[in-house]
């Protein structure tokens, strides 16, 4: 952890989310105070994937079940941990093709967010729906995979959590 006197503490260090690659148990992505990471081996050794984007500081992670070898994060300025570029900004991850998909908000959105570890969720849909809460209330959602995205008409509390889920029948 950069932040700390000792780089690679055997504890103490400060993860801000995991989660396991559906298909794939032994694929973790993770996001923390260093950046975003990828393990292949259940976590025996972490690779920075997140180097190429402006920043990747973060706290939210998501990997949809319909669409194995995908993870989904959102990025934020390290200081003051506010959106970047005063925008929503998803990126989508690929194993495949080990490459980042720019899933930029386009339209009126809220600036000026920051977010909490469980913020972000992922549907069983094919393509996948993502839904991101802020601290500051808004509810962002795209029904396909971040191609298009929508802010719910309501302002909440500051949003700690984000669950979704479906009956059966409609999956």
């Known amino acids: ?13 400060c993860v801000h989310k995991i989660i396991l690659d ?9 996001q923390d105070h260093d950046g975003i990471f990828v393990s292949r081996n259940r976590g025996d050794h972490w690779s920075r994937i997140g180097r190429s984007l402006d920043h ?6 998501g990997a949809p079940s319909a669409r194995p070898g995908e993870a989904y994060f959102v ?48 549907d069983d849909f094919d393509p996948p729906g993502i839904y991101f809460g802020t601290n500051n209330g808004s509810l962002f959602w795209s029904a396909n995979g971040g191609q298009k995205w929508a802010a719910v008409p309501y302002q909440f509390p500051g949003i700690h ?9 409609a999956r």
């Open 1 to 13: 952890m950069s932040f700390l006197p000792e780089k690679a503490p055997e504890f103490g260090q």
């Open 22 to 30: 559906p298909a794939t148990p032994s694929t973790i992505y993770r």
């Open 56 to 61: 990747d500081f973060g706290f939210v992670v």
């Open 75 to 122: 990025p934020l300025n390290p200081m003051p941990r506010l959106s970047l570029g005063n925008q929503l900004q998803v990126y989508r991850w690929s194993e495949k093709g080990r490459s980042w998909s720019s899933l930029i908000a386009k339209g009126k959105f809220p600036g000026g967010f920051g977010n909490h570890r469980d913020a972000l969720a992922t």
């Open 161 to 169: 959590s984000v669950t979704v889920s479906a009956p059966a029948s």
